[in-house]
Structure formats: C-alpha cells, structure tokens
C-alpha cells in the first residue's frame, strides 16, 4: 500500500506512523514531554467550558512578582490528568489483584483533567479572599470551594456538549461514573454517619482510587506532583522531589482495614522532598509578601466592582461577580479578563475599583510596614478590634483602616503536624505490610504582616516607628472584623 502526504510517497509502515502522527492527539509539555491522551478527554479538553482555563492563571498575583509565572490552569489540569493516568496503570500493572478496570483508569484521568474547572478570577484568590468577604458583606454564610464548582461545571459541561453518549460509546456508565469521578475531586457527594464508607462510585475494597487526584490521607497526589514540578519550573526554583519514583515504588496496601497507596521505605527521604519544597514555594512565592497585599488589592477592587459587573447566565438571567458561581453559563465567562474589564472600563461606579489596578499596575502598591512571628500559632483575634489606640494616631493622621494586617501560615500541608507521619511505607522484604515511619520533627510556621494603604514617605516612616512601638502584634488588628488575611492554601 501506498499513499502521499505532504507531496512524498510513503510506504505502509510510514504511513501508519504518519496517520498515528496526525490524527492521534500528542501534548509537548514542558514537564511531562509528549503526551498522548485518550479521545474522551480531548472532546473534554474542547470544550468552551475547559478552554476556558487557558484565561485563568495557576498562581493568581504572583504573576505580578515573578515574570515567568504566566501559567494557566490549562495546561495543569492537562498534565494532571495525565499523571491520574499513570499512576492509576502502573498499580494496573503491578498488582492485577486490585482488580483494576479501563473504566476506572478512565474515570481517574477525568477526575484529574477536571479537578480545577471550578476555579475563579486569578485562582485561590476568588473562592478564598473575594468570596468569604463578599458573602459576609450579603449577610450570607454558605461557603464554597472551588471543588463543589468543579463538580458542577463537569455536570454543566457534560449536558451543553452532549457527552454522556460519548462516555457510553468508551465503555462507561454515566449514571455511575459521573458520581465517581466527582467524589475523586471534592470527596463523598453525602457524608453519612450511619455507614463508614460514604462514597457510591466505588466499592470501599477501590478505596485507594479515591488517593490518586485528591488524597485527604495525607496530601499525597498527583495534583501535587504536577503544581510543584510546573510551579517550580516557571519561578526558577529548583524542585528536588521526583515524583517518577513514586509511580515506579507506588503500592498498594492494606492499613487499618483499608486498601491505601504506599511507597517503599527507601523513598522517605523522597518524600520529605515533596512537602519540603511545598513549604518553599510558600515562602519564596505563594506567600511573598507583595504577591499576598496584591491579591488583596484585586480583591478589594473585586469587591467595590460587584454589583457594577453584568454577566449573562442561563435563561438570560444577570449574574454579579459574586452570585456568577450560582450559575455555569454565566460562571464560564468568568476568569482573569475581568482585571482587565474594570481596568479599562470608563463607567463612573467603578472609578473605586479602576483606581486600585490602576494602583496595582503601575506598582502603587500598599507598604510593607514589617512582620512578627506571635508567640504561639492559632486562630488570632478573629472579629476582635484593636486592643488599644496606636500611639501618637492624631498626630500622624492614620486610623486603623489605614492598615492591612495579613495572617500567613506555612507548613508541610497538615499544620502543625507532620505528614509524613501520615504516610505508610512497605519494605522489599514484606511488599504486602504497610508501616508508618517515626520521624520528630513538626513544620510550621506563622508571621503577621503589616501593611500601610497610605504610601507617601511621611506616612510610611510614621508606620515603621509605630509598629517598632507595639509590643504584642496579637493584639493588633484592623477594621474591627474579622482577619484580612487568610492561612496558606493548603492546595494550588
């Protein structure tokens, strides 16, 4: 057999190689190389409701620090989902006894590729700073995550692009599968009291399925795996922990009754890699200080802009930027380009809000006063005021709006605990028996960080010898509600 393509004769073997070459789907990914992905979820990934995580960025504000994180959700949840695929394959392979399906393999690259459809406007920053301050500004108490949205952007996107026959025609049943695949990205749909195992995708003997995109265990996944490699790479900070050697060592075991994922004993060295550079980018990134008073800028911005911002839902119904979540028509239309919306918008109702990116982008930024660690790490001064009037107030002209107190937690993913500690371990010798490792130490840390809005020298000189004059910064706090600041996102 022969045939032409691009105007040179090709022989059948060449042809078959070149059809594989062209029609079959093949991602050049900077951390994972090609990558080739199952047709499912490239009629996934081409949809309007997951391109739309092409114009949301993976770290928020911390494009505004470091120029080389320009990264978008798009290209995480992609390599995520690819990564569920592996891990899910190689237990596949390595122990048949788990009785692993193609239905679950499949099910798993899903969860992965769609765990992140629910995030909002510049990441963590809407579900975590602009929502709890809008909801509390309504007098509402309901909270939301970015995972209940993941969940009902699949169902949002499944129904507008028709795919549920698509999932049937691949050997899964969506009346199963649907729930499964959910309950992998933001846990059991309905929690019981009554039963111990409360997911219905899946029989409690898969529990360690439940492990691979989101695992509440103890933070070890491949969502995790993915961040760091990717996050480390576009900051240019050198990420030690190879999470190759956890697909090629991963096991399952049984632990207090119930099938989990391991790892050798060798690889705990690897393992404390994983959650030490976790802490790092914390440090030298998610947490820097400009990147968290930024964000707090665009939230505050966000906040003054609400109610001033239409957009278009379901049924031709209004939606705000806080009540946009309500409804996933109008919520795909939400991302990053709403920065730029109130940026360039000339309407009078959001000069506020215009003014603060404005202040933003042309580096106008609140300043940093300093920072204290309290004596003792916890919930502090939640809807508490200041403890005592700043010295000298009157005469320096600052009130205590004038301040952005942020509250910054980093540790290894479990607070105060350690979560290695959490992890089991099998030996070469015994394959099948599981055991904890007994490491002593315990990471976390804490800092309060001040910040003055009024930016003129006079003001920031008068703030630096006021706050070297405040004896116990846990007794400092501003606006008189609760914390501005928020802990350390536990996940990316």
């Not at 990264?71 to 899910?88: C, D, M, P, Q, T």
């Not at 820097?288 to 008073?293: E, P």
Request: with cysteine.
């Amino acid at each position: 057999m022969l045939c032409f393509a691009s105007g040179h004769l090709l022989s059948a073997p060449l042809f078959a190689s070149f059809c594989l070459f062209v029609f079959c789907q093949v991602f050049n990914d900077p951390i994972h190389g090609s990558i080739e992905l199952h047709p499912l979820l490239i009629k996934i990934i081409d949809t309007p409701q997951f391109q739309r995580l092409r114009f949301i960025k993976q770290l928020g504000g911390v494009y505004f620090v470091y120029p080389g994180a320009s990264h978008n959700r798009f290209e995480h949840s992609i390599g995520v989902g690819y990564l569920a695929g592996k891990l899910a394959e190689a237990l596949r392979s390595r122990q048949p006894e788990l009785n692993i399906t193609e239905r679950d393999v499949l099910c798993v690259q899903i969860a992965g590729l769609c765990h992140d459809l629910g995030h909002g406007p510049f990441s963590h920053l809407y579900d975590g700073l602009f929502l709890p301050k809008a909801l509390e500004k309504k007098r509402k108490l309901k909270k939301w995550k970015h995972e209940n949205g993941s969940c009902d952007m699949l169902d949002h996107l499944l129904k507008e692009n028709n795919l549920e026959p698509v999932m049937e025609k691949y050997g899964l049943k969506p009346e199963d599968d649907i729930i499964f695949i959910k309950e992998m990205i933001a846990g059991p749909l309905q929690e019981s009291k009554e039963q111990e195992w409360d997911f219905k995708g899946r029989p409690e003997e898969k529990s360690f399925l439940y492990e691979i995109v989101s695992n509440k265990r103890n933070g070890v996944d491949v969502d995790k795996f993915d961040y760091l490699a990717r996050d480390s790479l576009y900051l240019g900070i050198k990420n030690t922990f190879d999470f190759h050697r956890f697909l090629q060592f991963a096991r399952v075991c049984e632990v207090d009754g119930r099938k989990t994922i391991c790892t050798r004993d060798i690889e705990e060295d690897n393992m404390y890699d994983l959650f030490y550079i976790r802490h790092r980018l914390h440090k030298r990134a998610y947490q820097h200080r400009v990147n968290k008073v930024i964000e707090h800028m665009i939230a505050e911005a966000f906040l003054k802009a609400d109610g001033h911002i239409e957009i278009e839902g379901s049924g031709g119904r209004m939606f705000t930027l806080s009540t946009a979540n309500e409804d996933m028509e109008a919520y795909t239309k939400l991302t990053d380009n709403v920065f730029e919306e109130i940026l360039k918008s000339s309407r009078p109702e959001l000069q506020e809000a215009r003014e603060i990116l404005q202040n933003i982008v042309s580096r106008k930024i609140y300043k940093f006063v300093g920072e204290r660690k309290p004596s003792r790490i916890g919930k502090l001064l939640a809807g508490k005021k200041l403890a005592q009037p700043l010295p000298d107030e009157e005469e320096n002209n600052l009130k205590p709006e004038d301040f952005e107190i942020l509250v910054i937690n980093m540790d290894y993913g479990m607070k105060d605990k350690n979560p290695v500690e959490h992890m089991h371990f099998y030996s070469k010798k015994e394959p099948d028996v599981a055991k904890p490792m007994s490491p002593e130490n315990i990471f976390s840390e804490q800092l309060i960080r001040v910040f003055c809005k009024k930016i003129d020298e006079q003001s920031v000189e008068a703030n630096v010898i006021l706050f070297s004059l405040v004896p116990q910064l846990n007794n400092f706090y501003t606006r008189g509600d609760e914390l501005a600041g928020r802990p350390g996102d536990v996940k990316n």
